[in-house]
C-alpha cells in the first residue's frame, strides 16, 4: 500500500516544506492542488514553485485548478449576503474535488490523505500503522497561529484518510464528522 498525501496551497511554503519533510519517509506522492482563483474569486498568480523543493520533486504531483465551478451565484449590490460564502465553499469544493486529477496512478488499495496545509498527520503512531479501519479521521494537536500556542482543550480533527477504492470525492471525505 502507498500513500498519497493531497493537500491545497495558496502560499504556505514554510508549512508544505516543514509537511514534506515530516511526511517524506512514509508518503509515495505528495498531491498539490492550487487555483488561478482565490475562495472570494479574484484572480490570483500562481505562488507555486516546485523548484523550491529539491528534495521532494519526483515526489510531487502538482495540479492547477484554472477556472471557476459551474453554479455560481452572480454577486451583485443586491445579491444576499450569503451568496459571496456559497459561492466560496463552491470553490473550496472544487478544489478537493479537483484532487482526483493528482491520484490517477494510485491503486484501489493505495491509501490517501486529505489534509489541510497546517493538519500534518502522525504517519508513524502505532494506532494508524495497526488501523483496518476502511475510514481514518487523525486525532491531532490544536495549535493557534504558532507552533508555542497550543490548545489543549479541544481536540482537532483535520486529516482524514481512505483506501482508493473507498473514496467517494475528496469533498465527501472532507466533511467526514468524527464521531
Not at 479574484?42 to 502538482?62: A, E, M, S, V
Not at 491509501?111 to 483496518?132: Q, T, V
Amino acid at each position: 500500500m502507498k500513500i498519497y498525501d493531497c493537500t491545497t496551497y495558496y502560499s504556505e511554503d514554510m508549512m508544505l516544506d516543514l509537511r514534506f519533510n515530516i511526511l517524506n519517509e512514509n508518503v509515495h506522492k505528495f498531491v498539490v492542488i492550487e487555483s488561478t482563483y482565490s475562495h472570494s474569486g479574484n484572480k490570483k498568480k500562481l505562488n507555486f514553485d516546485i523548484n523550491n523543493y529539491p528534495k521532494f520533486k519526483d515526489k510531487i504531483i502538482y495540479k492547477v485548478i484554472d477556472y471557476e465551478p459551474n453554479g455560481l451565484h452572480n454577486i451583485t449590490t443586491e445579491s444576499p449576503s450569503h451568496f459571496k460564502r456559497l459561492n466560496s465553499l463552491k470553490r473550496i469544493e472544487l478544489s478537493y474535488n479537483f484532487m482526483e486529477n493528482g491520484i490517477k496512478e494510485a491503486e484501489d488499495q493505495d491509501l490517501i490523505i486529505l489534509s489541510d496545509n497546517d493538519e500534518i498527520p502522525n504517519l508513524n503512531s502505532s494506532a494508524f500503522k495497526n488501523s483496518k479501519k476502511n475510514l481514518i479521521v487523525f486525532k491531532q494537536l490544536f495549535f493557534y497561529y504558532k507552533f508555542n500556542l497550543l490548545y489543549e482543550a479541544m481536540p482537532w480533527f483535520g486529516s482524514k484518510a481512505c483506501k482508493k477504492k473507498n473514496l467517494k470525492s475528496f469533498a465527501w471525505l472532507k466533511n467526514i464528522k468524527n464521531k
